[in-house]
């Protein structure tokens, strides 16, 4: 193929995917300005002023070119786990730069409070941006007030219901829907700017200062407003696996930055021209006879940005799981051609219930926004302090570089983090008492299954000194291979001494098989396996999976040739010991979280499933552990 050609075929193949970022990655952030330029001026926000307008516009400018396009599009971008993002990625490439087991605990409470922080975003965001897409009907029919909670938990039952289906029918109408929002928006910022040219003046910070200056801690506490405006910045960062960091930056400064900035500077003018337009500057800001059309894009829009958020929960649910913090569940894949696309129908049926119930509890845009923003800034404190040790361990960033990127954006985390501190009590709780319950749920989850691996080996016996005794005095012998899958590679697998104590017999192949989990998307296929002969017909066999990857025993089997002889699947059986857990009062956790480890034990999906092992071809033998 000619340079040209090659050219060509790279020109279309980013093409192809700054289009598929615009319909997945900045749903989310596309759809603030229903809502974020409102706010500052709602209950808890400030006067109705021109200098007020102009600041908060220079607020939210400021922070969209600090926060998004300089730490997520510049600094945070460049933090890729062998091309995939997202903070449980990011705190896996952050341990792998420390040795201390102290500093990489540290670590992992970090990257687990800003996954829990994340999923109680995930519950919010769906739900006020329907609730205030709907909203747009009051303002063209004030008498159809009653109609705009029923009809936004219609719209959320049926996005949660086509997630079993996957997205790969109407996936390919959301990067359409989503290019005319913002083109849109911006085409309606511009009719907006047109009948007050001055507001473009706003983009000097001197408005900010000003705004400051102006209103002293009032307007500290109004940014928590503008806070609503850079939502959504975390998908930039969390699917940067699914299409690279070059077009979503691309698509950031040539498209999605512009529009924004033109919507709300065109709702500025709106309100400088007439203050009472304050109460809903952005459908005001649509001419009468297409404002019912508008309502019905911004619909789809917002469909569109609840979507994204829910298969962002999916996929770092799935990553939290690989990476042994959430018990093992069902995943679907809905699409052969994109490996991405998965449903996992748990975390599906518990974010209807509580969106559903944010809708019924708040009932208003205005209500659900003060739950809005704490969840989302407190997942970017935790990736800033994680990147920072990324430049430090990984890049090998220079300490004093480190201690002023740490600063700057640090700084303006701790700031938001401040503004946004006081909406707690007016509904701010609601996404941290979720992201608290999920982070206790990872904890104990961990924390349990580290309890249970040590009872075992604490109680078992060494491997070794077993198979000697083995062979000085030798069982009967029965053709066929065992695989007797354990956590502890290093110890006689319960299922192991049941089998030889039950049915007094050993196969002519035994396998010891620990199966790893690598804090890489993909395992490279140096380490995938890892086999070796310990005596007798005995073997012990390590299998790693990258936390990205769905792990499939019986196929990585078919690449080990050197145990012998291949493995034959209708000549294989496979030994699994399942757990029973009791909860004790005993030290180790407290006895709450001993019986949540337990709950969670005996729901958690067999991993004779998860591990892909042919039904027909497993026996499972019970275990009773304390802990």
Not at 26 to 46: K, M, N, W
Not at 250 to 255: G, I, K, Q, R
Not at 497 to 509: D, I, M, Q, S
């Amino acid at each position: 193929m000619s340079h040209a050609n090659q050219e060509n075929v790279h020109g279309r193949r980013l093409l192809a995917l700054c289009f598929g970022v615009i319909g997945v990655v900045y749903g989310d952030i596309g759809t603030s300005p229903l809502y974020a330029f409102r706010e500052a001026f709602g209950q808890h926000g400030v006067k109705v002023e021109p200098e007020n307008v102009l600041g908060v516009l220079s607020l939210i400018f400021w922070s969209l070119i600090m926060v998004v396009s300089v730490k997520y599009a510049t600094f945070i971008l460049r933090a890729d786990n062998k091309g995939e993002g997202g903070i449980m990625a990011l705190m896996a490439l952050a341990q792998r730069g420390v040795k201390s087991a102290r500093m990489r605990w540290v670590l992992m409470v970090i990257g687990l409070l800003g996954a829990a922080l994340f999923f109680g975003d995930g519950v919010v965001t769906p739900a006020i941006s329907v609730l205030s897409a709907v909203e747009g009907i009051e303002v063209v029919a004030p008498q159809l007030h009653s109609f705009v909670v029923p009809l936004t938990v219609l719209i959320l039952l049926g996005i949660f219901g086509i997630q079993k289906h996957g997205t790969s029918r109407v996936g390919p109408l959301f990067a359409p829907i989503t290019l005319l929002w913002f083109l849109v928006l911006g085409g309606l910022g511009v009719h907006g700017i047109l009948r007050e040219p001055h507001v473009i003046g706003a983009l000097s910070p001197h408005h900010a200062i000003v705004f400051f200056a102006h209103n002293g801690k009032f307007a500290f506490f109004a940014m928590g407003a503008v806070v609503l405006a850079i939502t959504g910045a975390e998908a930039m960062y969390s699917d940067m696996g699914h299409f690279g960091r070059k077009p979503i930056r691309m698509v950031w400064f040539f498209l999605v930055l512009p529009c924004l900035m033109l919507n709300y500077l065109g709702q500025g003018a709106l309100v400088l021209a007439d203050q009472a337009n304050a109460a809903n500057p952005f459908y005001l800001l649509v001419p009468d006879v297409l404002r019912i059309p508008m309502i019905v894009l911004a619909t789809m829009a917002t469909v569109v940005a609840s979507q994204a958020v829910i298969s962002g929960a999916f996929s770092m649910a799935r990553q939290a799981v690989q990476l042994g913090y959430l018990p093992r569940m069902r995943i679907q894949h809905t699409s052969k051609e994109t490996i991405g696309q998965i449903y996992l129908p748990w975390v599906n049926r518990i974010l209807l219930v509580l969106t559903i119930a944010a809708v019924l509890g708040f009932r208003s845009s205005e209500n659900l926004v003060a739950a809005y923003g704490l969840a989302v800034v407190g997942t970017m404190l935790m990736n800033t302090l994680l990147v920072v040790v990324v430049a430090r361990r990984i890049w090998n960033w220079r300490l004093t570089n480190v201690i002023l990127a740490g600063v700057l954006f640090l700084g303006i985390d701790l700031v938001l983090l401040a503004a946004v501190a006081d909406k707690i009590e007016y509904g701010g709780w609601f996404p941290l008492a979720l992201g608290l319950a999920l982070f206790a749920t990872m904890t104990t989850w961990r924390r349990g299954r580290e309890l249970v691996v040590g009872e075992m080996r604490r109680s078992g016996l060494a491997l070794e000194p077993f198979i000697s005794s083995i062979m000085m005095h030798p069982p009967l012998r029965v053709p066929g291979t065992a695989i007797f899958m354990t956590a502890n590679e290093n110890g006689v697998p319960n299922a192991l001494l049941h089998n030889l104590k039950h049915n007094k017999v050993l196969h002519e192949r035994n396998v010891i098989l620990t199966v790893e989990i690598v804090e890489t998307p993909v395992a490279e296929n140096s380490e995938r396996t890892d086999l070796e002969p310990i005596g007798d017909g005995f073997y012990r066999l390590t299998m790693r999976f990258g936390f990205a990857e769905d792990p499939n025993v019986p196929n990585m089997l078919e690449t080990v040739t050197d145990a012998g002889q291949p493995f034959d699947m209708m000549d294989t059986t496979f030994f699994l010991s399942r757990e029973s857990i009791v909860a004790v009062d005993r030290p180790g956790m407290a006895l709450w979280r001993d019986k949540l480890f337990a709950f969670m034990q005996r729901n958690a999906l067999p991993a004779t499933a998860f591990f892909r092992i042919p039904g027909n071809r497993l026996i499972e033998l019970g275990t009773q552990v304390e802990i």
